[in-house]
């Protein structure tokens, strides 16, 4: 979770959520850590259509975001919190890559898939 300030995450369904269009599977894994957590719908503020668009309008203060860390710049003025399931694991949002195994033969194609296993 992502806002200019620390916010209980018991607070949420009273905070302004700014959500963005999104791998459905994301989408999914969020709403169903939402409705685990709490009984009331969030309260969207925001909708808009990428993720760094909202990361813009959390960074202005007007309101809160669901992200994976990774995909928040380092330089980013944004706390980050985050969020977990009952039993205080952290929500994970597991990376996929397809890629042809003779494709790792090119040093370069091999080394950025070392990479992406080490993330």
Same mark, same amino acid.
């Given at each position: 979770?992502l806002?200019?300030?620390n916010?209980? /995450? &018991?607070?949420?369904?009273?905070?302004?959520?700014?959500l963005?269009?999104?791998d459905?599977? =994301?989408?999914?894994?969020i709403?169903? +850590? +939402?409705? &685990?957590?709490?009984?009331?719908?969030?309260?969207?503020? @925001?909708?808009?259509?990428?993720?760094? @668009?909202?990361?813009?309008?959390?960074?202005?203060? =007007?309101?809160y975001?669901?992200?994976?860390?990774?995909?928040?710049?380092?330089?980013?003025? /944004?706390?980050?919190?985050?969020?977990?399931?009952?039993?205080?694991e952290?929500?994970? +949002?597991?990376?996929?890559?397809?890629?042809?195994?003779?494709?790792?033969d /090119?040093? /370069?194609?091999?080394?950025?898939?070392?990479?992406?296993?080490?993330?």
């Amino acid at each position: 979770m992502l806002a200019t300030e620390n916010i209980p /995450l &018991d607070q949420l369904p009273n905070n302004k959520r700014i959500l963005y269009q999104t791998d459905p599977y =994301l989408t999914a894994i969020i709403d169903n +850590w +939402w409705r &685990d957590q709490y009984k009331q719908p969030p309260s969207v503020s @925001i909708t808009t259509n990428t993720m760094e @668009i909202a990361q813009k309008f959390c960074e202005q203060g =007007l309101g809160y975001m669901i992200a994976p860390e990774m995909m928040i710049p380092k330089d980013s003025r /944004l706390t980050i919190q985050p969020i977990q399931t009952e039993n205080g694991e952290n929500i994970m +949002w597991p990376t996929r890559l397809v890629y042809k195994q003779q494709t790792t033969d /090119l040093n /370069l194609v091999q080394k950025f898939v070392e990479h992406i296993k080490k993330l």
